[in-house]
Nanobody, 125 residues
């Protein structure tokens, strides 16, 4: 069974920073991986994605300076989130497309097949 495990979530004041991590199966090093978030009552939203060779994509609506990165040697994915705002509060998920699938610049949850359980991010004003 494919396992993606997120960590690094927590509570932070507005303007603060958090870095999320995702431990992924080895196969994911050959796939597009992404970060998504979902707030209560809202649809799951793509935040950022990264192709196996490091090409990155970001959703325009993500206003805070977020940086996605991956380390294929360690099978990990990260999301550095700076300047967090209350509207960034959500459950954050890492996900991967099927092996060898490239990233779509439009980051849609419908394109991703494998998901972690999520890590909660809370931002207080």
């Amino acid at each position: 069974q494919v396992q993606f495990v997120e960590s690094g979530g927590g509570s932070v004041q507005a303007g603060g920073s958090l870095t999320l991590f995702c431990a992924a199966p080895a196969y994911a090093s050959s796939s597009c991986m992404g970060w998504f978030r979902q707030a209560p009552g809202k649809e799951r939203e793509g935040v950022a994605a990264i192709w196996a060779i490091g090409t990155t994509y970001y959703t325009d609506s993500v206003k805070a300076p977020f940086i996605i990165s991956r380390d294929n040697s360690k099978n990990t994915l990260a999301l550095q989130m700076n300047g967090l705002k209350p509207e960034d509060a959500a459950m954050y998920y890492c996900a991967a497309r099927r092996m060898y699938r490239t990233c779509n610049p439009k980051i849609s949850f419908r394109d991703y097949s494998y998901w972690g359980q999520g890590t909660q991010v809370t931002v207080s004003s």
